[in-house]
């Protein structure tokens, strides 16, 4: 029953910026895991950013100093800025982590999904 909702998604043109944010619908402990992936049309789904244990980012070589992950611990939430997009950016982009409920239970989560659109 717990839910990802992303946000900020939209059109813009190439060269520009979007910052997606992800949250839980209703209050949490906390994050675990976090990262984001994206699904381009006709294309299967693919990571783009994560978080792993200890806190070090990975990202795809596609992505890799366009995209910054970011973790806000206080208010449980995640935010992917995204500079200097390409066409090749357009995809649904999805949240995901370990939601934890309580300090003995989580579930890995996605969100629905929010659009980027790259374009002239």
């Known amino acids: 029953q717990v839910q990802l909702v992303e946000s900020g998604g939209g059109l813009v043109q190439p060269g520009g910026s979007l910052r997606l944010s992800c949250a839980a619908s209703?209050?949490?402990?906390?994050?675990?895991?976090p990262g984001w992936y994206r699904q381009a049309p006709g294309k299967q789904r693919e990571l783009v950013a994560v978080v792993s244990s200890g806190g070090t980012p990975n990202y795809a070589d596609s992505v890799k100093g366009r995209f910054t992950i970011s973790i806000n611990n206080a208010e449980n939430t995640m935010s992917l800025q995204m500079n200097n997009l390409k066409p090749e950016d357009t995809a649904v982009y999805y949240c995901n982590a370990r939601v934890w409920v309580s300090p003995a239970m989580a579930f890995n989560t996605w969100g629905r999904g929010t659009q980027v659109t790259v374009s002239s």
């Open positions: 209703r209050t949490i402990s906390r994050l675990g895991t």
